[in-house]
């Protein structure tokens, strides 16, 4: 599986940003996704992971009520809605698939595939 991240950006606190992650493979439909985020000087962090069927979502508490995790398996495309972003949002997001699980799960060591990261930053 690859993956191929976009949509990030220099936006304004209060703004939106919508990510998209583009996964080749057949595996798609099957996995578990995520995204995740690494400001500078900090660990990766999760963010938000959705389930193969995409009924299932889990949020870091960070961004319950302002992002939204959704996916179209038609086109192997996860997606993740930013709303009411703060500066605190700034980081690197990267998205990831699990192969091995179809769940929403929030711990990045059982992710497999991960794509190249793409740059949010959040001005005051």
């Known amino acids: 599986v690859q993956l191929q991240a976009s949509g990030g950006g220099l936006v304004q606190a209060g703004g939106s940003l919508r990510l998209s992650c583009a996964a080749s493979?057949?595996?798609?439909?099957?996995?578990?996704m995520g995204w995740f985020r690494q400001a500078p000087g900090k660990e990766r962090e999760f963010v938000a992971a959705?389930?193969?069927?995409?009924?299932?979502?889990n949020y870091a508490d960070s961004v319950k009520g302002r992002f939204t995790i959704s996916r179209d398996n038609a086109k192997n495309t996860v997606y993740l809605q930013m709303n009411s972003l703060e500066p605190d949002d700034t980081a690197i997001y990267y998205c990831?698939?699990?192969?091995?699980?179809?769940?929403?799960?929030?711990?990045?060591?059982?992710?497999?595939?991960w794509g190249q990261g793409t740059q949010v930053t959040v001005s005051s």
């Open positions: 990831a698939a699990s192969p091995r699980y179809t769940a929403a799960i929030m711990t990045a060591t059982l992710y497999d595939y």
């Open positions: 493979g057949r595996t798609f439909s099957s996995s578990g």
């Open positions: 959705i389930s193969r069927s995409g009924v299932s979502t």
